[in-house]
């Protein structure tokens, strides 16, 4: 791994996690040797990862993530978890019914046909065209997937988890009357709401390549969920919103941070912004459960082909926020090419249970998509980086200032 860990842009996470390099180039190590491993629950079954298989775009992401997690050996060290479909009112409790129903409809029609027949003006009025493409079961689809991310959140509430995974979710653009770029039902609001029953003040942070901005709609009006959002922010792009102007509203101002960044920037640079909006997240904003969106259409090999990080940049950002020693909760989100969304999910996996991971890819039916390398290196490329120093200084200053 190339990636200098030491490279913190000045910025150092001071706890009992270190986030040290070692042959895998990072692991975080707690550095009070005695204190026991952390408790990792890890939510899956073979429904939920064939119901998720099936989700256009995405086909067969699902499998890829969670084998190479099982071929690394990892379940051992993870308390494996099977969800639940979310309740009906654990939905409205964000969503609208109308939408909701409208979803379960359209989810309910057994093939294309039957669906474009009943794809009406009023399916479309809630997003549910375009870029959310109508699919058989994606009610019943969703339903899991949001149930997944409640139990992971569930875990980390009755005090039988301290990190909760769930890579099946991470639905960060969902609003509440409407699908949106290819999510229906943000589990991320209703695993955010779990937390609450517990916890007064819940930080959220998104790392995907695109603004969360479903996640940021529900809570822009409240003081008591941060939303913390790192992301391209260019013209044209999607969603098109998260500028540095975006700070909420209301009780809630100054509870939204957005950190709009351009094409080309690196694990260093990202790493260096990252760490020093935090810290003033953390002075700022205490949180008592932390949520991360770890969409992995940020990797430099993404078909999204515009940031240029490594899953080492990815991680390190995990590892400073798993320093805090709060109740976490890592979930998935974007990444499009798969064998590469699958090591850096496998790689945050391992982080979150201590465990150094071995650079060659385990032999496993999926190998074959592990080539040409067969290891867990995800590269850089040699895109420019449009982020000026100026740029990134502007940003920081104008976020740790406001
Ligand atoms: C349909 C998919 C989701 C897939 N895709 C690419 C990836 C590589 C080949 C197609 C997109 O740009 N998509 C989108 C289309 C319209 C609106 C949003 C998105 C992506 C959202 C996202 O990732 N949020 O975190
Ligand atoms: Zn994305």
Redesign the pocket.
């Known amino acids: 791994m190339t990636q200098d860990s030491t490279d913190t842009g000045n910025c150092v996470s001071a706890t009992p996690f270190e986030c040290s390099s070692d042959d895998n180039g990072l692991s975080c190590q707690d550095n009070k040797r005695a204190k026991t491993s952390l408790r990792v629950t890890y939510v899956h079954s073979e429904e939920l990862k064939c119901k998720t298989n099936e989700l256009?775009?995405?086909e067969k992401r699902a499998e890829l993530v969670h084998s190479l997690i099982r071929v690394y050996g990892l379940l051992q060290y993870v308390e494996l978890l099977e969800p639940r479909h979310a309740e009906e009112s654990e939905i409205l409790g964000f969503h609208c019914s109308d939408y909701i129903n409208c979803l379960r409809g359209i989810g309910s029609c057994s093939d294309s046909e039957e669906i474009s027949d009943k794809l009406s003006s009023e399916a479309e009025g809630y997003g549910l065209s375009?870029?959310c493409?109508q699919q058989t079961g994606v009610f019943e689809t969703a339903s899991l997937i949001s149930g997944a991310t409640i139990t992971a959140a569930e875990s980390l509430l009755n005090g039988s988890a301290d990190i909760a995974i769930n890579w099946y979710g991470?639905w960060?653009?969902a609003k509440r009357d409407s699908a949106?770029?290819?999510?229906y039902i943000n589990d991320i609001v209703l695993g955010i709401l779990k937390l609450r029953e517990k916890y007064d003040r819940v930080l959220y942070v998104d790392l995907?390549?695109?603004h969360?901005d479903g996640v940021e709609e529900a809570f822009e009006m409240t003081s008591k969920v941060m939303t913390v959002s790192f992301h391209k922010f260019s013209t044209g792009f999607?969603?098109g919103s998260g500028s540095l102007e975006s700070v909420g509203t209301g009780r809630g101002k100054f509870y939204t941070v957005n950190v709009p960044l351009k094409d080309g920037i690196k694990d260093a640079e990202f790493y260096g912004v990252f760490c020093r909006v935090m810290k003033t997240v953390q002075e700022k904003f205490p949180g008592q459960a932390v949520v991360v969106q770890c969409?992995a259409?940020s990797l430099s090999d993404?078909?999204?082909a515009s940031f240029n990080l490594t899953h080492v940049g990815l991680a390190k950002c995990v590892c400073f926020l798993l320093s805090w020693n709060l109740p976490t909760l890592l979930l998935g989100?974007?990444?499009?090419n798969f064998p590469n969304t699958a090591k850096c999910w496998t790689f945050l996996t391992a982080l979150a249970a201590r465990r150094k991971l071995p650079m060659d890819i385990p032999e496993h039916e999926h190998l074959l998509e592990y080539g040409p390398g067969y290891d867990l290196s995800t590269s850089v490329g040699n895109r420019k980086d449009c982020n000026s120093h100026e740029y990134l200084s502007h940003v920081v200053t104008t976020v740790c200032s406001t």
């Open positions: 256009i775009r995405i375009y870029d493409p991470g960060h653009h949106s770029g290819f999510c995907d390549l695109h969360g999607f969603p969409g259409d993404d078909p999204m989100g974007g990444g499009y």
